[in-house]
């Protein structure tokens, strides 16, 4: 099971550092990996619907409504990094009922409740796939470089390598759902950009 410190020596891996033994202990690379590490989280999780993070919420509406435009708003959940699909009764929303995040509320003209599927900052790592600790550890390496002097050739790369591990973690949590691709690329295509 991934921990702090083990994503944290992802980053390490990726720069070509020496492990550190625990992201709290006294030296220069674990007070990095420590104070970058929810931005690097945060990033990772945004950049797609992590199967390991996806949580389904029921949400009823505030009692304020928004000032115009919309009919009702929604209190997202606070750890609510991403939201990526809106729907009500199971059905989701169609296109000529639109919603927008605003802040930490959805917006909407549909009465409540409604039900939303979204990405969650998860506290634990209880059962975090290990593509996830890679993709967040390359994103932790990137912001690394970002803050070390050095030459933008290591940023470059650190980049590079966040691509790769965000297009791996894609196909690997791709392969998770009980879909068949019938039609269009492959996964490994879609997942490279191919």
């Known amino acids: ?10 980053a390490m891996r990726h720069l ?8 709290d202990e006294n030296s220069e690379n674990a007070r990095l990996c420590k ?16 199967k390991w ?12 409504a928004p000032a115009f435009g919309y009919d009702y708003r929604y209190l997202l959940p606070a750890d609510c990094v991403s939201v990526f699909w809106v729907g009500k009764n ?23 409740p409604i039900q939303i599927v979204m990405t969650c900052n998860k506290s634990s790592y209880a059962r975090m796939p290990q593509y996830v600790a890679e993709v967040i550890g390359a994103q932790l390496a990137v912001c690394i470089a970002q803050v070390r002097k050095g030459s933008d050739t290591s940023l470059e790369r650190m980049e590079g390598k966040y691509d790769k591990a965000v297009a791996m973690g894609k196909m690997k949590d791709r392969r998770k759902q009980n879909q068949v691709e019938e039609q269009g690329a492959t996964q490994f295509e879609e997942a490279m950009g191919v």
């Open 1 to 10: 099971m991934p921990s702090e410190t083990s994503i944290a020596n992802v």
């Open 16 to 23: 070509g550092e020496d492990p550190i033994s625990s992201i």
């Open 35 to 50: 104070k970058y590490f929810n931005d690097a989280k945060a990033t990772a999780l945004e950049e797609y619907d992590w």
């Open 53 to 64: 993070a996806k949580e389904r919420h029921q949400l009823a509406a505030d009692a304020t």
């Open 90 to 112: 199971g059905v989701e929303l169609k296109s000529s009922q639109p919603w927008d995040v605003e802040g930490e509320y959805i917006l909407a003209n549909v009465e409540a």
